[in-house]
């Protein structure tokens, strides 16, 4: 749980920086924006699309640090998820498993289990490990301890899978609030410029609070949006995982308890 939470911190502090050096030095860049006759930048006047984004105000690095998350914790999930298939297709091992069960071969089965790793075989291997060390039991006993040593293993490979889902999930969340906030302060800016009418300065102030208040309110959305979507497909990915997990363990329980009975 430490090394979770040390992983976390560490890619937020990272996050953080990146988001200032790319608001910074990418986005605030001089060429982005429109050179006054004295030689000086004008920041107001943003020449492309990421002087645009420049313009959307202290939030845009807020914004920027949602989406480098969202990124890295799609990545993180990804290769995770991938792990946990292990090396082949899981249909194809729990088959091979039953046929050695079948055939009455532990031990070929165990071989099966550390051949194609990942969280199936990782709990398959568990109650098969704890079935052979319980040989002395009663047939009644030993089931049960398989059942045990099924359940503590589940319990220990499901929450890896669904690892920082919570996070995809609350990103989304906060995404949309700090781009309504965005939308909220620009808003209140181009407001301010129209109650100024008149200045040389106001048309300007204008088009930055309304340009802040929609480079907000797009940065919120395409983060959540994203943040959503990679939400659902591994909570699918993961249902599916559970789903294979509870069919092999099944299969398998089944076929022991006819072992041990026999």
Not at 209 to 221: D, F, H, K, M, Q
């Amino acid at each position: 749980m430490k090394q979770r939470s040390w992983f976390v911190f560490i890619v937020l502090v990272l996050a953080i920086i990146a988001a200032i050096l790319i608001f910074s030095l990418i986005l605030g860049a001089d060429g982005h924006f429109q050179k006054l006759p004295t030689g000086t930048v004008d920041y107001d006047t943003p020449t492309d699309l990421l002087g645009t984004i420049h313009t959307g105000g202290i939030l845009v690095p807020a914004l920027i640090t949602l989406s480098i998350l969202v990124v890295t914790f799609i990545l993180e999930r990804l290769f995770a998820l991938n792990k946990a298939q292990g090396k082949s297709d899981t249909p194809g091992f729990v088959k091979r498993v039953e046929d050695k069960l079948q055939a009455n071969d532990l031990k070929g089965a165990l071989a099966e289990c550390d051949t194609q790793r990942g969280s199936v075989a990782n709990i398959v291997r568990a109650g098969l490990q704890r079935f052979t060390e319980s040989n002395n039991m009663t047939p009644e006993k030993q089931i049960q301890e398989l059942r045990r040593a099924i359940e503590e293993a589940t319990s220990l490979e499901t929450p890896l899978l669904e690892k920082n889902l919570i996070a995809l999930s609350t990103i989304a969340s906060i995404s949309t609030m700090i781009g309504l906030l965005g939308t909220v302060v620009g808003m209140i800016r181009a407001f301010r410029a129209l109650a100024n009418t008149g200045q040389a300065s106001s048309a300007i102030q204008l088009s930055i609070g309304i340009s802040e208040a929609l480079v907000n309110t797009a940065g919120g959305l395409i983060a959540a949006i994203v943040a959503i979507v990679a939400y659902n497909y591994f909570t699918n990915k993961v249902d599916s995982f559970v789903y294979s997990i509870d069919e092999a363990t099944l299969n398998v329980v089944e076929l022991l308890s006819v072992r041990a009975k026999s």
